[in-house]
């Protein structure tokens, strides 16, 4: 079995790559999607994590960042889930009378908190305190979930919320 030639990276590849890993693809499938032997290119990315230089870290410094601002991006949401309050659905109801706007009204409604997903970071940012190992351990769901519950509720309340806002 032959090995894949290396291929030589332009700045335009790296950036392809990177621009699929931004978007959550792991390296692998962004190669696919780039037009490049993936395994070939894991080669060049684990020379450039371990020091190389020119083409080999610039890629990987690209797959860093990407990777960095996917995490970003996803924690963003996550913890925009778990405060809830954003906004899922507004609706403007306009009365006119004698041709002319008499009243406006704009019903907002947000997002509850997300349960669940203040769960999920709970339990893989800190799983000592908040993985299932704890339960393991002796604690029981229910007091874990009323633990989880009451976090929410201070992190709720740490965030000024005005309803005029969108």
Same mark, same amino acid.
């Given at each position: 079995?032959?090995?894949?030639?290396t291929p030589r990276l332009t700045a335009s590849d790296i950036a392809a790559v990177a621009g699929h890993v931004r978007r959550g693809l792991s390296v692998e499938r962004a190669c696919v999607l780039a037009g490049l032997p993936p395994k070939a290119v894991a080669e060049v990315l684990a020379r450039g994590r371990a020091g190389s230089g020119g083409a080999a870290r610039e890629l990987a410094e690209a797959v860093a960042r990407a990777e960095a601002e996917w995490e970003g991006e996803v924690l963003s949401l996550l913890t925009a889930a778990a405060r809830g309050g954003e906004v899922a659905a507004s609706e403007v109801k306009e009365t006119y009378k004698d041709g002319e706007l008499a009243q406006r009204v704009e019903a907002v409604k947000r997002a509850g908190a997300q349960w669940q997903a =203040? =769960? #999920?970071l709970l &339990? @893989?940012? #800190?799983?000592?305190? #908040?993985? @299932? &190992?704890r339960r393991e351990a002796g604690v029981s769901a229910e007091d874990q979930a009323q633990e989880i519950l009451d976090a929410m509720k201070r992190m709720q309340d740490s965030v000024p919320f005005d309803p005029e806002m969108d």
């Open positions: 079995m032959s090995t894949p030639k =203040a =769960a #999920w &339990e @893989r940012c #800190w799983p000592g305190q #908040w993985g @299932r &190992e």
